[in-house]
């Protein structure tokens, strides 16, 4: 022992000593730090949100590959246009004469479902409301040869306040012969990506209360009856976020404006176009619906074999396209649409998912979920790049210890595929219940390797300057191929296609390839397994939260190394700078600043104490 | 000398699509079913001159039809030397009926619709 340390503790010793944290507080106080920062980053703040626009066009990208086309054959869309008002030698609002005709051309082509998205509130002639009324009966009854009926259902005001002479939603008493009302509200738009949510019914709760089904799940229901994709479960009525889907409908592209982003004729102009894209992934929409739609001029003209197979025993949306109704509908896809494709859209989500619809409000599941990734982002962070012995120690650095963490290793990776056979050969209802005991055990194995891992360089073949000059040949290699292959696909297949396809491949192949980054190669790979899970049902996250994860984990990681540099910094200093005279009047405050900086240390200690004289040095 | 060729070709093509439209305008068919429980004939295609035909009625008949040249939603036809129109939609023919052109050609469905002129701001759209 130091002669010196004997020696009472004067105030310029005190000043003199460097306080220091043991690693293992430290890794507490930055886990506490990082899950406090996931937590409200993530959780409660929404920075998922936050990344819109590229998060949506990402999600976009990914929606048009795997939105399944049941609802797309299922549903069509009738639209009033405004031109149609002139062909049809009618003015707005439109005559309930032309409505009969619109109907009973419906009834000739045989839907199996029907919503009318007028309102018809209006004062209008005792006969004219007869005669639609009748109309009405008689597409209702326009199968029954078949033995079938025809569901109608109509448009429902919003409730009135005061008692009034038409209770059913404003609608006449003689239009509710052989029709049923429904809610067809709008909600307002959610977040700033336009996400849309759909009520199950006017009043929540909506199961057993006599509450108005909307459009969308009253059709699903004429629809569907008692098939397995019905919706009977207690979480069957919760309001949906509608996923807009957006792929081609070859009939609206027979008569309808449908050009693509960036189908802009001449360099200039798509250099122009690409310019306004990369501002904001968004700015060029959709100009196409998804859902087939027909014209009732079309309708109404002579029989056609394209009308026959978009209504004929079909889930059909009656609506307008009128500029003074203003019942329009905003999406993260489209340019604004008709008020009419909401409610097909939300139909088309209940046909093609069935009671996993995805929820406005997040299953309890999706909690679990969340905190799931949460603590994997951080443990990650934690022992990334360079790892505290704590944590080393935790994931077995000892000899013992990693015989022991060897065995759980490959325990876990056996678990993993064990629950991945489980899932396949099962295909349970909740398929990502199963599949996540298979993420978390692939998790815990891969932060074991991170944390085992020899530190420093590996032993390279060969020689520093080829090596540099060989990365930076591979390097513009990749950015060339990347950026003609973007553009290419850009041209082809839309913007957000380029993104998904070539740009995030392009920056995985240059982290794997270049960067040799292959942590972030392997957690890329993790959360991409991930989003596929937490896609399924229950969790129903969405790659949106998953891309908010994997930004949280590259913000985060930079910071971390950011923080450690100028804690490392600050310390150096602290330790040429021991006296209280060359710190100022800031002097006061450096046992403070002791506290926060080394705090900000990574890596493991290589001295367990300071006692004035030693420099503090960190691995 | 060089000899002068008389060009025909614009002439024959202009002629044959004149032909193709005459005949696409003029197509005869046959009506041969009614696609709803009943029709509504128009006489002398007037709104207010209606004639209702059940299926039962028009079973086993068969009406000559053509095309209304002024609309694409009606059909003409004759009987007992009356003119008659009759909706489109309502009744089955034995061949095809052409659509001469979708009048909705280039449609354009979503998107903001231009501002009339009672919403529109002043300058609003000079680009300065």
Same mark, same amino acid.
């Given at each position: 022992?130091?002669? %010196? ?98 109907? @009973? ?40 040869? +078949? ?13 009135? +306040?005061?008692?009034?002479? /038409? ?25 700033? %990506? =336009? ?30 009856? %008692? ?21 081609? &409908? ?168 064990? &629950? ?38 590996? =032993?390279?073949?060969? &020689? ?31 913007? +957000? ?76 200093? /602290? ?26 240390? /990574?890596? @493991? ?15 | 000398?060089? +000899? ?10 202009? %002629? ?18 009614? /696609? ?23 079973? =086993? ?30 009744? &089955? ?33 000079? =680009?300065?």
């Amino acid at each position: 022992m130091d002669a %010196s340390s004997a020696l009472p503790v004067s105030r310029a010793r005190r000043f003199a000593r460097i306080w220091r944290p043991n690693a293992t507080m430290r890794i507490l106080v930055q886990g506490l730090l990082l899950s406090a920062a996931g937590v409200w980053l993530l959780i409660y703040h929404g920075l998922p949100l936050q990344l819109t626009p590229w998060s949506q066009a990402i999600v976009n990208a990914i929606v048009s590959h795997v939105y399944p086309l049941t609802g797309q054959a299922d549903t069509a869309v009738v639209l009033f246009r405004e031109e149609n008002l002139t062909q049809l030698d009618a003015s707005f609002p439109v005559p309930y004469e032309r409505h009969v005709d619109v109907l @009973d051309a419906l009834a000739a082509y045989r839907p199996a479902a029907v919503f009318i998205d007028f309102a018809f509130m209006d004062p209008r002639p005792a006969d004219d409301v007869k005669r639609l009324g009748h109309a009405i009966c008689r597409l209702r009854d326009s199968r029954q040869d +078949e033995q079938r009926t025809v569901a109608v259902f109509l448009a429902a005001a919003p409730p009135a +306040e005061g008692p009034s002479p /038409r209770p059913a939603g404003g609608i006449p008493r003689e239009l509710l012969a052989c029709a049923t009302p429904v809610d067809a509200q709008m909600d307002a738009e959610r977040g700033v %990506s =336009g996400v849309i949510t759909y009520a199950a019914c006017r009043q929540e709760p909506c199961q057993g209360t006599p509450s108005m089904p909307s459009a969308a799940f009253a059709m699903h229901h004429a629809r569907v009856g %008692s098939v397995d994709r019905a919706l009977t479960g207690p979480r069957d009525a919760e309001p949906m976020e509608i996923i807009w889907a957006n792929g081609l &409908s070859p009939l609206n592209e027979k008569w309808m404006q449908c050009r693509p982003p960036l189908a802009a004729v001449g360099l200039v102009a798509a250099v122009e176009d690409l310019m306004t894209l990369w501002d904001n992934p968004l700015a060029t929409k959709r100009k196409c619906p998804y859902t087939h739609t027909v014209s009732v001029v079309h309708l109404l003209g002579p029989f056609d074999p394209d009308v026959k197979q978009a209504v004929g025993d079909k889930a059909v949306f009656y609506g307008a396209s009128f500029v003074m109704a203003g019942d329009r509908v905003a999406s993260p896809v489209y340019d604004d649409l008709p008020g009419v494709y909401l409610h097909a859209m939300a139909y088309d989500n209940l046909r093609s998912y069935g009671p996993d619809y995805k929820r406005a409000e997040q299953h309890p599941a999706s909690w679990v979920a969340n905190v799931i990734l949460l603590v994997f982002t951080v443990f990650l962070l934690l022992v990334a790049d360079e790892p505290l012995l704590p944590a080393r120690r935790l994931f077995g650095s000892g000899v013992i210890a990693a015989e022991r963490a060897g065995y759980v290793k490959v325990a876990a990776i056996a678990l993993a595929i064990a &629950s991945l056979a489980l899932t396949v050969i099962a295909r349970p209802k909740n398929p990502g219940v199963y599949l996540l005991p298979a993420l978390v055990f692939g998790m815990l194995a891969f932060i074991h390797v991170v944390a085992t891992r020899p530190l420093g360089p590996r =032993g390279e073949t060969t &020689s520093a300057p080829v090596r540099f000059l060989t990365r930076c040949l591979l390097g513009g290699l990749i950015v060339a191929v990347v950026l003609a292959s973007f553009l290419g696909v850009v041209k082809v297949a839309g913007f +957000e296609n380029g993104l998904l396809l070539v740009l995030l491949p392009g920056y995985f192949v240059y982290k794997a390839v270049v960067s040799r980054d292959w942590l972030f190669v392997v957690t890329s790979v993790l959360m991409l397994c991930s989003a596929v899970v937490c896609y399924l049902p229950p969790f129903n996250l969405g790659p949106r939260n998953i891309v908010g994860y994997v930004a949280f984990f590259e913000a985060a990681r930079y910071l971390i190394k950011e923080a450690n540099r100028v804690a490392e910094k600050y310390v150096a200093l /602290r330790a040429a700078y021991r006296e209280p005279a060359q710190w100022g009047e800031w002097a006061r405050l450096v046992p403070i600043a002791d506290r926060i900086f080394t705090f900000l240390l /990574r890596g @493991d200690d290589k001295e367990d104490t300071d006692e004035g004289t030693a420099h503090l040095a960190v691995a | 000398m060089r +000899e002068r060729r008389i060009w025909l070709w614009p002439e024959i093509v202009g %002629s044959a699509l004149l032909a193709l439209a005459g005949t696409a305008w003029g197509q005869e068919f046959n009506i041969t079913g009614l /696609r709803t429980d009943s029709v509504t004939l128009y006489r002398d295609c007037k709104m207010e001159q209606p004639v209702t035909v059940t299926k039962q009625q028009f079973e =086993g008949q068969k009406w000559a039809a053509r095309k209304d040249p002024n609309s694409a939603l009606y059909f003409l036809l004759v009987r007992d030397n009356v003119n008659y129109c009759v909706k489109a939609f309502s009744v &089955s023919t034995d061949q095809t009926v052409k659509v001469d052109k979708d009048s909705q050609c280039n449609a354009r469905v979503a998107g903001a619709p231009p501002k009339s002129g009672a919403v529109r701001g002043v300058g609003e759209g000079c =680009g300065k």
